[in-house]
């Protein structure tokens, strides 16, 4: 098991911005594919962006271009910047791994079956 927690989640206003972090033990992060996940009560869950193993691809939903970005803050953490959030931001968010990844690649393809470990999830609400 690859253990994989989120923090960095809580309530903020329309247009404000919250920094999510996935912090993991006993694997580096470069070792693997990094993706967010997303999901909202009632709606299937939907990929945000991911990071390729090594960095060297990163691929964002349409709906957070521009808006979000992913860092490796070191060898165990990345993290997800959100600015601009807006009401339909608002949503548990997962950070998970695939192990077995497509070198240079990474996948944000609902429901994220490549990824075989979650995180538990951190709660972001965007309300006013």
């Known amino acids: 098991q690859l253990p994989l927690v989120e923090s960095g989640g809580g309530l903020v206003q329309p247009g404000g911005s919250l920094r999510l972090s996935c912090a993991t033990s006993?694997?580096?992060?470069?070792?693997?594919?990094i993706g967010w996940f997303r999901q909202a009560p009632g709606k299937e869950r939907e990929g945000v962006l991911c990071i390729s193993r090594r960095g060297t691809f990163i691929k964002y939903a349409d709906s957070v271009k521009g808006r979000f970005t992913l860092s490796r803050d070191n060898a165990k953490k990345v993290s997800l910047q959100m600015n601009s959030l807006k009401p339909e931001d608002t949503a548990v968010y997962y950070c998970a791994a695939d192990t077995n990844p497509v070198p240079n690649f990474c996948s944000i393809e609902t429901p994220g079956g490549r990824y075989d470990h979650w995180g538990q999830g951190t709660q972001v609400t965007v309300s006013s």
């Open positions: 006993g694997f580096t992060v470069d070792d693997y594919a």
